[in-house]
């Protein structure tokens, strides 16, 4: 049974910074591209960042310079690093695999929430 397991969410203040974790068992995580969509109340779910099996990463134009998606296929772990976190950062995060070699998701996580709040 594929199980992803996001952790690591909360509450931060503008400005700091957050790293999220996403466990994964019953797949060859090396085998997977690899990515973090969010989803902010009242709008549809994006994806945020991507990271393929050779460690290509990608995002979206938001997060840009504030974000950083890696991964550990040793310990099939991929991190959401979230610097200069802003209020509109605000949403539910979810890890999810990818049909290999496209942009549609596979499998999801239950998703971890981050809220920017002062």
């Known amino acids: 049974q594929v199980q992803l397991a996001e952790s690591g969410g909360g509450l931060v203040q503008p400005g700091g910074s957050q790293r999220l974790s996403c466990a994964s068992s019953?797949?060859?995580?090396?085998?997977?591209?690899m990515g973090w969509h969010r989803q902010a109340p009242g709008k549809e779910r994006e994806l945020v960042a991507r990271i393929t099996r050779g460690g290509k990463t990608n995002y979206a134009d938001s997060v840009k310079g504030r974000f950083t998606i890696s991964r550990d296929n040793a310990k099939a772990l991929v991190y959401l690093q979230m610097n200069s976190l802003k209020p509109d950062d605000t949403a539910v995060y979810y890890c999810?695999?990818?049909?290999?070699?496209?942009?549609?998701?596979?499998?999801w996580g239950q998703g971890t929430q981050v809220t920017v709040s002062s």
């Open positions: 019953g797949i060859i995580f090396s085998g997977y591209d």
């Open positions: 999810n695999t990818f049909i290999r070699d496209t942009y549609n998701a596979l499998h």
